[in-house]
């Protein structure tokens, strides 16, 4: 088995989950906080070698009737980038709508001024994204 990753891509800041080796359980690793593109790219692409990494859950908001809007097709094209880089990973949609406000309810007793301290929303976003991807994994989904 492989570890997994899962990814809450925004474009100030991007929160990311690495699963165990068995597919069972996601943490969160770490938030990046880079307008630069190019190095977001570069600390995804490192993580994904570090950790001998082929799924990549990405979370992809989309609007509440279920379309796409521009911030879904934005994160495409950020996909897109990684994917030249490295063409050998599994890019997996899952629906972000909900990840945000499960991650906040998870820190619900912590201080706001704590949460964003430790920038926990993004990266329990992407545990949220990863566990969700993980599940229909199991189902066989």
């Known amino acids: 088995m492989r570890k997994m990753m899962g990814l809450d891509i925004g474009k100030k800041k991007i929160g990311i989950a690495i699963s165990d080796l068995l597919g069972m ?23 994904i070698k570090e950790n001998d990494i082929v799924d990549v859950a990405v979370g992809l908001p989309k609007k509440e009737n279920g379309e796409l809007g521009d911030q879904a097709e934005w994160t495409q094209g950020f996909v897109e980038k990684i994917l030249e880089k490295n063409p050998n990973i599994n890019i997996h949609y899952i629906d972000e709508r909900h990840t945000s406000k499960m991650a906040l309810e998870q820190l ?31 189902l066989g989904n």
């Open 108 to 138: 619900g007793h912590l201080s706001m001024k704590k949460i964003k301290e430790k920038e926990l929303i993004d990266a329990l976003a992407a545990v949220n994204i990863l566990e969700i991807y993980m599940q229909k994994k199991a």
């Open 25 to 47: 359980t996601a943490q969160p690793n770490t938030t990046i906080r880079s307008k630069n593109l190019d190095e977001q790219i570069q600390k995804i692409l490192d993580l």
